[in-house]
């Protein structure tokens, strides 16, 4: 099935999930803003095939969320200030999440075992308030 663009749409709600509207491209927001920045720790940390997590990946790069940046023979993936802004969306997905759905039986959240780090401030976040 093809994937429907709402690009030209006159929503921005809509236009937004174009780019949000795909779990990935979320949980490799979530990644960034925790400090993962290179495209193997992206994809062990998820768990994802190297073929969906370059397609999300360039996606992401298009939209201006994140940034390609040569290192050194490799490349590091960093949010853009675009992309730092999703960081209140993230924040209150986990807050939600946390909430209002229950954990697997004999596992921890992923907000008990990493806590995202502020975009504007990089500084880890107490109790998930900003």
Not at 88 to 103: D, F, H, P
Not at 121 to 130: E, P, T
């Amino acid at each position: 099935m093809e994937r429907v663009s709402f690009e030209g749409r006159n929503c921005s709600l809509a236009r937004s999930l174009d780019v949000l509207g795909d779990w990935w491209n979320v949980l490799i927001i979530r990644e960034a803003l925790w400090g993962t920045s290179k495209f193997d720790d992206f994809q062990r940390n998820l768990g994802m095939s190297k073929s969906i997590l370059s397609k999300r990946l360039k996606l992401l790069l298009e939209h201006q969320v994140l940034e390609k940046q040569n290192r050194g023979g490799g490349v590091d993936y960093h949010l853009t200030e675009k992309g730092q802004e999703v960081n209140t969306i993230i924040m209150s997905m986990l807050q939600w999440g946390t909430a209002g759905t229950r954990t697997p039986k004999g596992r921890r959240s992923c907000w008990s075992t990493r806590r995202p780090v502020r975009a504007d401030a990089g500084k880890v976040l107490r109790s998930g308030r900003q």
